[in-house]
């Protein structure tokens, strides 16, 4: 023996002697002593100088041990046949669909993996509301809807056409959509998930709000959980994991995430030289989760029992999930010389094993004994909320046909002999003459089956997923609300921002609806002046405050309280816009009509979270969302990154969303209540994209009138002034609506010129209108053609309209079509600058000069006036011709 081996003996005896203390206070005074005692160990020798590494991870095994393990409450035999047919009738929905039309997609492997997952949770966990509770709410993975489809169509509950016409939404019987869109199915669906990262924060923050509600008073307790069934390649999302933290910090335990760990994604393994199990296990750890890994089905067992000395664990730990997606395509000769052929110790473990055997040990998520055991542990467990992060395959059972292959995220057909080998590895009922022609399967009514799987469902409380909303109402506020922004501030100089704010503080002193009022802020209350509300409603924090506020002697002091109605969410725009989605979809999910603001930075808006709103129009959200320190020359000082002039571009195509720049406390007075009226009281599903800005001005009276011009998009403001045959028009959107009043002064003082000025309070507005119209007249030639709002309201005369915004100039463009004379945009295409209002105006040339300019040029264009006086105007004006474009600087 050399010293070495000496050593390394001595060693071994002093880790047994070691490990078998430990076996005997466990089993004298139990596992928190163990835990008492190694946690003292772990003090004592960092007090020594000794320094353990830092691991956040535990063992690659279940983090359930056998002897923790509930029995199984179900009929595991009825159960499995169940599943069987919904694998194959989830198959065959994708399959047949591309025979049918080649190209149509649909996905076959993310199902097959997460079937057990699912399964389990239909059967024994995911409740439905029939008993008038609160079902819980079920963000699917987007990819796995084939199986959720074909679970219903077994429920009875979609027909054998509806599943026959998968991704043939427009055919003649209306089939189902590829993905859950509450929009195209508001029956059925409630939450979009498909675009990745998006279900898992929507989650996170719907799981809070439901805390809110309660910690409000609005809604009873219900025990309801939110589950979120996500991908392990979808974690690479920031979204997915940004908010982790949140969940912990608010103690969220009625939260249970569902990883399915394939180890695979579209185009590969997820983490070929890693182990994603473990990187998440570590990542949700750290933030406070309860982490429950199903990574070993049943027949490990016996092994991981014999592994007293924790080799099999190590080597376990050893492999890359690259590895372990090899194992899958390989036989049980390949894995016992890979996988145990390190160590004879190893080997000898599963000497007792055929190569078949080997080839069989099953992955947790694939067993539902394990899986049940991890959902009766989450469901339980309190304080914190839950992960479980399931090992699968991906593409599980289609053997050949891509089972653990890197193509199976995109397999959609299956040949003959691949769907004959399906039916046998899953005991289909079907000859090999009927295989392929894919029939669905259903069970009879009087069927052990069918009666197991209503019977579980009732038992449960019905049907899930179900999307049912139930009618409540809320009034319209009374006019009294709005009556002091109709009127105007007498020349006192104030910002739309303030205006708006002033009215969210009516409405959340109105009896009717103030309550259900939900202010959010993503960390600008006081940039946005709201720092009021603070005290008045209060900041909404769980534990109330636990803390004596630095500012507590001052009158507006840093309220956070058990009932506070503000969400002050901090500096994350995409969690602050997953709450507004879940104010807004209360009225849905949770049968009380909620009316969230959220008010942020507008620049971080749409830009940021784009397909967030996107997410809240298919999710029908309703509410308002409210741009503030909006507008490119408005926002001074900010520069580049901060001025916004491409929001109402980004909104403009959102289609239940409807988006307005007023420039006028007025404008927004009658705008919001509007809204209020259509959203909850006529019950639209629809919500609101309002931008307020920072800029002091007068705040005028409203026009006789000009009520229904300010909804549908533009009003006349002033008629012209100067001489009547030189005239031009012109549109003025938000602050720059003044720069027009501006100019119309200047053309009639300086040049004679007659101006008509026209606050246009939405292109989009006017824009959907006009190609409304125009559609309607293609499709009824001969009949008398519809006059767009637009061309009532300018008529046939053709006089030229210089339409100014402090958007880009795509935005005003977009009426182009429809004017009766010649149109000159300006706008603020280009990239901000830091500097004030007047030189970033004058820069990006939307200020009174340019307007003149423009109509002068424009009337120069038409003959109306001396193209001499337009050249005359470059000089009175001091405008540079040969400056660079702004949008290209
Ligand atoms: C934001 C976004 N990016 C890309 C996609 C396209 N996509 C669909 S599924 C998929 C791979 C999913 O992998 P994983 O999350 O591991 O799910 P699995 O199918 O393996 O369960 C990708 C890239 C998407 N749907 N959403
Ligand atoms: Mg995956």
Redesign the pocket.
């Known amino acids: 023996m050399t010293r070495e081996d000496e050593r390394a003996s001595a060693n071994e005896v002093e880790n047994q002697e070691w490990l078998a203390s430990l076996d005997e206070v466990l089993e004298r005074a139990g596992p928190e002593r163990v835990s008492e005692l190694m946690t003292e160990l772990s003090v004592h020798a960092h007090r020594r100088g000794v320094r353990v590494p830092f691991t956040a991870n535990t063992p690659y095994i279940n983090t359930i041990p056998v002897t923790e393990q509930p029995p199984y409450p179900g009929n595991r035999e009825v159960e499995g046949r169940i599943k069987s047919i919904i694998r194959w009738n989830a198959m065959a929905m994708v399959v047949r669909a591309n025979r049918e039309e080649d190209g149509i997609g649909g ?1 076959i ?2 199902y097959a ?2 079937a057990t997952l699912y399964e389990v949770a239909f059967n024994h966990f995911l409740r439905g509301c029939n008993d008038g509770g609160d079902a819980d709410l079920v963000y699917f ?3 796995a809807s084939p199986g959720i489809y074909a679970r219903a169509f077994l429920e009875g509950r979609l027909s054998a056409e509806q599943i026959g016409n998968f991704r043939h939404e427009l055919h003649a019987t209306p089939g189902l959509s590829s993905y859950p869109h509450p929009w195209l199915m508001p029956d059925f669906w409630k939450f979009p998930t ?4 998006l279900g898992p924060i929507l989650a996170i923050y719907h799981a809070r709000f439901i805390k809110y509600l309660q910690d409000r008073g609005l809604k009873k307790p219900s025990g309801r959980h939110v589950w979120a069934f ?5 974690t690479d ?1 920031p979204e997915t994991l940004g908010a982790i933290t949140l969940a912990s910090r608010e103690k969220l335990d009625n939260l249970i995430f569902v990883i ?1 760990c ?1 180890l ?3 185009d590969g393994p ?1 983490r070929g030289n890693g182990k994603v199990i473990q990187e998440l296990e570590a990542a949700f750890r750290g933030a406070g989760w309860n982490v429950i890994k199903v990574v070993w089905g049943s027949n490990w067992d016996p092994l991981l029992a014999k592994d007293r000395e924790g080799i099999l664990a190590k080597r376990l730990e050893e492999v890359v999930d690259g590895q372990y997606q090899k194992y899958v395509v390989e036989n049980g000769a390949y894995i016992r010389r890979d996988l145990f052929g390190r160590d004879p110790r190893l080997l000898k473990m599963v000497e007792h094993l055929s190569d078949e055997d080997i080839e069989d040990l099953q992955r947790g998520g694939h067993d539902p004994v394990k899986v049940y055991a991890a959902y009766r542990r989450a469901v339980e467990h309190r304080g914190a909320p839950t992960v479980i992060l399931a090992k699968t395959i ?1 593409g599980y059972g289609l053997g050949e046909g891509g089972e653990g292959k890197n193509i199976t ?1 995109q397999q959609k057909k299956l040949n003959e002999e691949q769907l004959r080998a399906f039916r046998t590895r899953f005991s289909i009922p079907l000859s090999d003459d009927d295989v392929g022609k894919l029939p669905f399967y259903r069970f009879d009514d009087d069927s052990e089956e069918a009666r197991y799987l209503h019977a579980r469902r009732a038992e449960l409380g019905g049907f899930n997923p179900v999307r049912r909303v139930p009618s409540e109402r809320l009034p319209t506020p009374p006019e009294d609300v709005f009556e002091e922004f109709y009127a105007g501030t007498k020349g006192r100089e104030v910002s739309s921002t303030m205006a708006f704010v002033r009215i969210l503080s009516n409405l959340l002193r109105d009896e009717g609806l103030g309550r259900q009022i939900v202010p959010i802020v993503p960390d600008e209350a006081r940039t946005f002046g709201m720092e009021a509300l603070f005290r008045s409603c209060g900041i909404y924090s769980h534990p109330g405050q636990l803390y004596e506020p630095v500012d507590k002697e001052n009158l507006l002091f840093y309220k956070e309280a058990t009932d506070g109605q503000i969400l002050e969410e901090g500096i994350t725009e995409a969690g602050s816009m997953s709450s507004f989605i879940a104010a807004g979809t209360a009225y849905a999910n949770h049968g009380i009509a909620m009316i969230p603001f959220y008010v942020f930075y507008s620049m971080f808006g749409f830009q940021r979270i784009g ?1 967030l709103v996107w997410a809240a129009a298919d999710s029908r959200a309703k509410g308002f969302l409210v741009g503030a320190t909006a507008g490119r020359t408005t926002l001074a000082g900010e520069g580049l990154q901060h001025q916004d002039g491409n929001s109402h571009l980004l909104a403009f195509p959102v289609p239940t969303l409807q988006a307005y720049d007023p420039a006028y406390a007025y404008e927004l007075a009658v705008i919001i209540r509007e809204g209020i009226r259509r959203m909850y009281e006529d019950g639209e599903d629809i919500f609101y994209y309002l931008t307020v800005m920072n800029e002091n001005y007068a705040q005028p009276a409203m026009p006789e009138g000009a009520r229904d011009g300010i909804l549908k998009g533009m009003y006349r403001l002033r008629e012209a002034d100067g001489k009547r045959e030189t005239g031009v028009r012109l549109l003025g959107s938000g602050t720059i609506l003044n720069e027009a009043l501006k100019a119309r002064e200047l053309l009639a003082a300086q040049y004679g010129v007659g101006a008509e000025v026209w606050s246009v309070t939405s292109y989009q507005q006017l824009h959907r209108d006009g190609v409304d119209a125009d559609r309607w007249n293609a499709l009824h030639p001969g009949e008398a053609a519809r006059v767009p709002y637009l061309r009532q309201c300018l008529g046939d005369d053709d006089r030229p309209v210089v339409a100014a915004t402090d958007y880009v100039k795509a935005l005003p463009m977009c009426v182009s079509g429809w004017m009766p004379g010649p149109m000159t945009a300006l706008g603020t295409d280009g990239f901000g600058r830091s500097d004030g209002r007047d030189a970033l105006r004058g820069f990006f040339e939307v200020d009174a000069r340019h307007i003149t300019l423009a109509a002068l040029s424009a009337l120069a264009r038409t003959g109306a006036v001396d193209a001499g006086v337009a050249r005359q105007a470059l000089k009175d004006l001091e405008i540079d011709a040969s400056r660079p474009n702004p949008a290209t600087v």
């Open positions: 996905h492997s993310t993996s997460a993975q987007g990819h498909v675009s990745m990262g996500l991908g392990d390649g979808e999302e399915n394939n695979q994604r579209l997820v991906k995220h397909d």
